[in-house]
């Protein structure tokens, strides 16, 4: 307990010490692990009264500064979020720790025996926008899989991230770990966000969560291997032999259930022989709850309640109540347009064909293909994950709903007797 | 069969074929892979009089430019260096078609049945030094792991690499995929690297395969996600408890059986303890075949024939007879001097002291680590993969030794009967 008052840490500091916070953590028990996300849970209902105003003085700031509404909303945190917030982090502390997973193995014929086991990454690295709640998210999925967290949030949340950051950080370190497991480089700027995505060696994976802008960005310029949690511009195809109830019901739950999240259908693509049977009334369903149709030139002439479509529409990915409608010759056609305009989230097509069904679970390249399911199951609690770290859209380590196992790597454990190679 | 000479392809519309080239591979059967394989392995022994020449050419323009003739003799290819490789294709052609291997998978509560199952990445670009032989065991991986490759090998092989990659194409084509499966970029010169390195949408992942300053460069240029196959710093620690005849086996192994290879020792550390009882032994063994021992104080002071050793050493991939030798005063000093040194490859400790092999094998951040085994086995072959595509030292998608498994990427499969989210 030193009386001197503590230069700020630097950058390089905070990044040293997430690494060596993260060496304790690879080694640390799920029951250690556990204590120190019940204690945050604990933290953030006992805290409202620290979280709350530092909030409000964000909030206050977005609105002086004309932020929108939308994102006020987003930044904004009351005591029922709160809670929603500790519940998801006493969540997480009830899934089972990936960590030591033997992922294979087996015994040499020489007697070596191999196994490939799960190990955290170390080091990871977040860069987002002003959502409070991914603070407390991320921090919690990091340390569940043993992970040090290095946060970079939205400037317009920096006040709550501070003091959120704060409470984590006392939290961890009531259980006996680690503070500087989880830290926050939000006072160091966009130049700090810059040496994060450069920083090899100290950063082991590096996750932008946000908007195809952010995303790009932190691919383009990061050295530090990212993982992508990107857009949704998702398809769902009404092949010729689709039941019509069934097509009804899937497009407006994919549309309506909740359309500003990324497995939401944006393009709904219909075969040409089944567009009159099919687009009235999954249109007019649509349209009764509020969605505006942006259709091509065949489906206006069937349906004439509808906007026409744009070249620029078939790459949106809304994220509204609007929806692009394309009638198309064939699977073919269909798989062409998937190919051409989708970002290889997720895409589903409604058949009762065997052949079509499996030829488009096998052609269309996107991380999640569906037959006859909503797209809005594409979902790391719906797939039984338990938590959500996010979904990615690229092809290295992890496709599709990310759980706690995509935070780790993995580590070749090797026991000899005394073994040499011939 | 137009009689029009064809205009030269350009880079982009190299791209763009390998894609095409890669949408028919994705579903192509093990069966039609395997004869493409089958075929290339029977044209490499057939083509000798084409390859041999270009090789001449090659190494008469190597021994003219005053290349070394270490790299001239990597360039030399024989009938008996075609035979290998043609044995390697047969090999690969033997293994098991990872496309379409479940993962795992799940029915969930609604009764949607998923599984996640593994598919090709689609377009793997490969950056390469002056080795053929890297050549057509690298699009032997792509093609048996349904991957088009594109590939820019080092100049001073540009003249076989071409034929090479013709005598693919040709094999390739003669079974009825597409021609432009593997194709090479070599024409393009530098230009043409950078364009791949930054071929987003294009190429799917790109493994660079050669020395430390090839990869970094790859990895600091890229903006396609990198497999880096890394160097190997890899160390020895001879714990207290060590039994001498093992220690002095498992590191003239380690460092004399293949020098040259990442997977050989460069450095032993020994515990300041069992130093006098081991050390003599183990360095005289080294000695006898010709191993120059680069020794700390300590050292020196026990065994003399041995020049000392500089910073620099610590950090250095010998790849010859050569090694690095330390006393240290416990297992905490030799992790500590690992976790500085190391590049993460593989690190082995030889021990009777279970405590501490546990602790060695949690506590090192390394690739593979092993108990009392020649560091030799961090080998795809080994390790019983049949084919070596190279050593991930990242953490990201594949660590380690890997095989064709880790050549693909995964995509998960919904089968629905019309089910929606609530």
Redesign the interface.
């Known amino acids: 307990m030193s009386q001197t008052a503590l230069a700020p840490l630097t950058l390089q500091n905070k990044l040293e010490s997430a690494r060596a916070a993260a060496?304790v953590l690879?080694?640390a028990t799920a029951g250690q692990k556990n204590a120190a996300l019940t204690a945050i849970a604990g933290a953030i209902l006992a805290s409202a009264g620290r979280i709350l105003p530092a909030n409000e003085a964000d909030i206050t700031r977005a609105r002086e500064g004309g932020l929108s509404a939308g994102i006020q909303d987003r930044l904004r945190l009351d005591r029922s979020r709160l809670e929603s917030l500790a519940a998801a982090v006493l969540q997480v502390a009830s899934l089972v720790d990936p960590v030591g997973q033997a992922v294979r193995g087996?015994t040499?014929p020489n007697g070596?025996k191999?196994s490939?086991v799960r190990?955290p990454?170390?080091v990871v690295g977040v860069i987002y926008e002003a959502r409070p709640n991914v603070t407390i998210d991320i921090a919690a999925l990091a340390l569940k899989s043993g992970n040090a967290a290095v946060l970079r949030g939205g400037s317009a949340a920096q006040s709550t991230n501070q003091v959120l950051v704060e409470i984590v950080q006392e939290a961890i370190s009531s259980v006996g770990l680690p503070a500087l497991s989880v830290q926050t480089i939000d006072e160091f700027g966009r130049e700090g966000a810059q040496q994060l995505m450069r920083a090899?060696g100290f950063v082991?994976?590096l996750i932008p969560r946000g908007s195809a802008e952010l995303i790009n960005t932190v691919?383009?310029e990061s050295?530090v291997?990212?993982?992508e949690t990107g857009a949704g511009v998702v398809h769902v195809y009404l092949d010729e032999s689709a039941?019509l109830d069934?097509a009804a019901?899937?497009v407006?739950?994919?549309k309506v259930?909740r359309p500003s999240v990324c497995n939401a259908v944006e393009t709904v693509l219909v075969n040409a022989s089944a567009a009159q049977r099919l687009l009235p009334t999954v249109l007019q369903r649509l349209r009764n709850v509020g969605v505006t149709i942006h259709g091509d030139e065949a489906t206006l002439a069937i349906f004439a309640d509808a906007v026409p479509a744009t070249e620029d529409d078939w790459g949106t990915e809304y994220m509204s109540l609007d929806v692009s409608v394309r009638v198309v010759e064939d699977l073919d056609e269909a798989i062409a347009h998937i190919r051409r305009y989708s970002t290889h989230h997720t895409e589903?097509i409604i058949t009762n064909d065997l052949g079509r069904a499996e030829r488009f679970?096998?052609?269309v390249?996107?991380?999640?293909?569906?037959?006859?399911?909503?797209t809005?199951?594409?979902d790391g609690g719906?797939?039984?994950f338990g938590a959500e770290v996010g979904i990615s859209t690229?092809?290295?380590?992890a496709?599709?709903?990310m759980g706690l196992g995509e935070l780790t790597?993995?580590?070749?454990?090797?026991?000899?007797?005394?073994?040499?190679?011939s």
Chains 1, 2 share one sequence.
């Open positions: 060496r690879a080694t087996s040499l070596i191999i490939q190990v990454f170390g090899r082991d994976v691919v383009a050295t291997p990212v993982i039941d069934m019901d899937i407006v739950n994919a259930q589903s679970l096998a052609e390249d996107s991380a999640v293909v569906m037959v006859n399911a909503s809005r199951f594409t719906e797939f039984g690229q092809k290295l380590h496709r599709g709903p790597s993995t580590k070749w454990v090797v026991r000899g007797t005394g073994q040499v190679r």
